[in-house]
């Protein structure tokens, strides 16, 4: 996401905190001229992620407050460990703090959610990817956050690859006719998958020079065998699985053989990462 982006993000969130009106509660209980330091520390073991984005909540509250970062994104921390020393106005500081941490928070739970993916399936050949499945308008720092926590992003939207879903088989008429139509029209350079949810749709799409090919809502059981059919056919296609996977059964899903594994649980599943403020006012 472009600066001008991420800012259009952090304006819009104030916006909907703020209302024009302010933080009536910090304009009449806060003295105005009271300074003061804050600390953002964490509350558990996490991966960060979003300090630019508090930064820049912060700086748009009021760009006289100092933002120290003392964590960048991706960084791993344990419980009560600071991510960043705030000074300053503390009418600004309480202005900007919610939507700071809601940031921070969000996205930091996600990363610490993919930071599990990750390590669930280490020393595996398989790759956990996100999905589409975001947040509207946080997608493009959602999935940054998947990175930072060591899983890899699958296609962004629905411009930068063609993927055939069940829906587009019934409308097209079949695997064979969609992928047809697709590499009719379709760049030289943009890859097609198809969903896939049984051996003969699987030979189906081998045969009609399909990428990649995913393996929707199978069992560990059925989604082996159909990895066995794949490599028997042509043993360098793509193969994803994808539908019901957890932590609990992502390992379990790796070992079939599968070269991605795609799961929303990493951004639409993942808990938010506890974090908070603490304020110190300096008279």
Not at 219 to 229: A, C, F, M, T
Request: aromatic residues 4%; contains cysteine; glycine residues 8%.
């Amino acid at each position: 996401m472009t600066h001008h982006a991420s800012l259009s993000l952090v304006r819009q969130a104030l916006a909907e905190d703020l209302a024009g009106y302010g933080d009536v509660t910090s304009a009449l209980t806060v003295p105005v001229e009271l300074q003061g330091q804050a600390e953002i520390i964490t509350h558990e073991e996490l991966v960060v992620c979003g300090v630019p984005l508090a930064a820049m909540a912060m700086h748009e509250i009021d760009p006289e407050v100092e933002f120290s970062p003392l964590a960048c994104d991706g960084t791993g921390l344990g419980p009560r460990e600071p991510v960043a020393l705030i000074h300053g106005s503390v009418r600004s500081i309480l202005s900007a703090e919610r939507t700071m941490l809601n940031f921070l928070s969000h996205l930091s739970g996600i990363a610490t959610e993919a930071r599990r993916f990750a390590a669930a399936i280490e020393g595996l050949e398989a790759q956990v990817v996100d999905t589409r499945k975001t947040t509207p308008g946080l997608r493009a720092w959602e999935k940054r956050a998947v990175v930072y926590g060591g899983c890899r992003n699958h296609r962004f939207g629905l411009f930068d690859m063609i993927l055939i879903k069940n829906n587009h088989l019934t409308a097209a008429g079949g695997v064979s006719e969609a992928i047809w139509r697709a590499k009719e029209g379709c760049p030289h350079s943009m890859k097609i998958e198809v969903e896939v949810e049984s051996a003969e749709d699987l030979r189906e799409a081998i045969s009609g020079g399909a990428d990649m090919i995913m393996l929707d809502n199978q069992s560990p059981e059925s989604l082996l065998g159909l990895v066995r059919l794949a490599r028997s056919i042509r043993p360098e296609v793509l193969l994803e699985a994808s539908g019901g996977v957890t932590i609990e059964n992502v390992r379990e899903v790796a070992l079939t053989g599968v070269d991605i594994i795609s799961t929303s649980a990493i951004t639409m599943g993942a808990p938010a990462a506890n974090l908070s403020l603490a304020l110190r006012p300096v008279v």
